[in-house]
Nanobody, 118 residues
Framework: QVQLVESGGGLVQTGGSLRISCAASGIRIGIRTMGWYRQAPGKQRELVASISDGGSTNYVDSVKGRFTISRDTVKNTVALQMNSLKPEDTAVYYC????????????WGQGTQVTVSS
């Protein structure tokens, strides 16, 4: 059974930094594409960052240069370092794992709230 458990969300001021983490069980993140999605109230869920099994990273334009996705294959965790945070980054952030064959995101964590105050 796949379990993804996020931690590290919270309240931060504009311009501040926050690091959120995802602990995975039931899968080996090193052979999966992993991602961070976010969903703000009244908006669709969007893919913020992803890291492939080969280690390649991708970011949505709005966070490029500010967010960094990383993984620790020994601890089986994925992290998202968020710097220069803006109020528009406020959302629930979800860790996601793609299928081994399909490469489609199919497993999700429960989410962690990130709130950036102006």
């Amino acid at each position: 059974q796949v379990q993804l458990v996020e931690s590290g969300g919270g309240l931060v001021q504009t311009g501040g930094s926050l690091r959120i983490s995802c602990a995975a069980s039931g899968i080996r993140i090193g052979i999966r594409t992993m991602g961070w999605y976010r969903q703000a109230p009244g908006k669709q869920r969007e893919l913020v960052a992803s890291i492939s099994d080969g280690g390649s990273t991708n970011y949505v334009d709005s966070v490029k240069g500010r967010f960094t996705i990383s993984r620790d294959t020994v601890k089986n965790t994925v992290a998202l370092q968020m710097n220069s945070l803006k109020p528009e980054d406020t959302a629930v952030y979800y860790c996601a794992a793609a299928g081994l064959i399909s490469k489609v995101f199919q497993n999700w964590g429960q989410g962690t709230q990130v709130t950036v105050s102006s």
